[in-house]
């Protein structure tokens, strides 16, 4: 990937080194997606922030590959998966590249139906405030569209897409009767 576009200060989780007393990516991120999409904090029992007309938002971030080489990939419980279903939420994701300070990849807030699990891995898992309950993963590029891919980056998560994502992507149609 091409890491000086990732590096302008704009896009970055925060200005702040990745040495340990820094709070932890996932917090960061967090933030920065509260900040971008004008949400209030609001840590519910299984939600993390509201917009302003009181709908529940569910905070979602992930590596953009991990180290294996795989496709990073949103972790969510299926319990809160299911909820949000109920309760029209949102879920807002971002994708991060672990540069130091980590640079923001790509973002997005979807409303609930627009989340896929058709490509989503569950499997049981044990957690300290979770127990062994059910955990859902969805590989970003199942979630982000190629568009909302920082410019300058989308050349390499190609493959992940359709060929009609890519072509309405990148190649501009021409009003009509311009040509």
């Not at 991120?29 to 209030?40: G, P, S, T, W």
């Amino acid at each position: 990937m091409r890491r000086y576009l990732l590096r302008d200060e704009e896009c970055q989780l925060d200005y702040t080194s990745s040495s340990s007393d820094d709070p932890p990516i996932w917090w960061r991120a967090e933030k920065y997606l509260r900040e971008k999409f004008d949400l209030e904090k609001d840590h519910g029992s299984w939600y993390d922030a509201r917009t302003h007309e009181g709908e529940k938002v569910e905070l979602k971030s992930c590596q953009y590959r991990y180290e294996d080489g795989q496709i990073g990939s949103f972790k969510i419980w299926f319990e809160q998966l299911t909820k949000l279903f109920r309760h029209d939420g949102y879920i807002a994701l971002l994708v991060y590249v672990p540069l130091d300070p980590p640079s923001v990849l790509a973002t997005q807030l979807l409303p609930n139906y627009a989340i896929s699990t058709d490509e989503a891995v569950s499997f049981k898992a044990s957690h300290p405030t979770m127990d062994g309950k059910t955990l859902v993963q969805i590989p970003w590029t199942e979630a982000i569209p190629l568009d909302a891919i920082r410019l300058g980056c989308r050349y390499e998560f190609l493959k992940h897409y359709s060929e009609k994502e890519c072509e309405d992507t990148f190649y501009f149609d021409p009003p009509a009767g311009s040509e």
